[in-house]
């Protein structure tokens, strides 16, 4: 297969920042009223999304609409991150994370179904972390020939977007590592919370001497909570003597 020839690649770069995924969902549902009934994965080529990024990046790859995800976001937030100081003591305890990821992954598998990588309308890269290995790991859409001349094995068009989504979004001491076939998987975020250099990488790899545009969305800062800092590193050391795998 020849490697790809076109004049200009189109990324859409989308980081990680929990529950405020919602400000590139808000972003990209403005940019949506004013296209006419078209979809956000037609004006985009490669489409890149790290921990709460990847529910929007496979959201707009797979042709959903952003105001459907943003009515997800306000509906289930206090379901998924549930506030009280007893209630996270209680969830370090039993699932060894700050949040229970069983309530997230109900929660994904209502919006994309039994949709797999196989269905999406684009590119897409989602950068994780396999905690089995220690390794990083792009998940992402059979598109890249990696040896020319010869068929390259792509194991990842099968994994449901579900699955997909959580093994990225599963942040450390926050939620448990998701298992996927035989791996454990972690937050992208770990490596590659800005997952833009991924898509650049990718874009050159298709053609060397393309033209690359990115539009990269942040999801703006945190302010520190003593008290969930506090929890967080409670966690992160109960985790490193009793690992727990959902």
């Known amino acids: 297969m020849a490697p790809e020839k076109r004049k200009e690649i189109k ?26 009934g078209k979809n956000i994965y037609e004006y985009f080529d490669i489409i890149c999304g790290t921990n709460a990024g990847v529910i929007v990046a496979l959201s707009a790859s797979a042709g959903i609409k952003m105001n459907l995800l943003i009515e997800l976001y306000k509906e289930n937030r206090k379901e998924i991150f549930r506030k009280g100081f007893l209630r996270k003591i209680k ?58 001349n010869k068929e390259t094995f792509f194991a990842d068009k099968e994994y449901m977007l579900r ?31 800005n997952p833009t250099i991924c898509g650049l990488i990718e874009a050159k790899r298709l053609d060397k001497d393309v033209k690359v ?19 967080e590193c409670f966690s992160r050391i109960k985790t490193l003597f009793n690992p727990k795998f959902d």
């Open 213 to 231: 545009k990115i539009l990269s969305l942040g999801t703006g800062y945190y302010k520190l909570n003593v008290l969930n800092r506090s929890l």
């Open 11 to 36: 990324i859409l770069s989308i980081d990680g920042g929990g529950i405020r995924g919602v400000i590139p969902a808000m972003f990209l549902a403005s940019v949506e009223e004013k296209l006419n």
């Open 91 to 148: 969830n370090i305890f039993c699932h060894n994370s700050l949040y229970n990821s069983k309530v997230l992954y109900e929660k994904l598998a209502n919006i994309f179904e039994d949709k797999k990588i196989s269905d999406l309308k684009t590119k897409i890269l989602i950068p994780s972390s396999i905690v089995n290995t220690r390794q990083t790991k792009i998940l992402k859409t059979p598109h890249t020939v990696v040896y020319p």
């Open 163 to 193: 699955d997909v989504a959580l093994a990225t979004s599963a942040a450390p001491f926050f939620f448990t590592p998701h298992k996927i076939e035989n791996y454990y998987y972690w937050d992208g975020g770990l490596w590659a919370n």
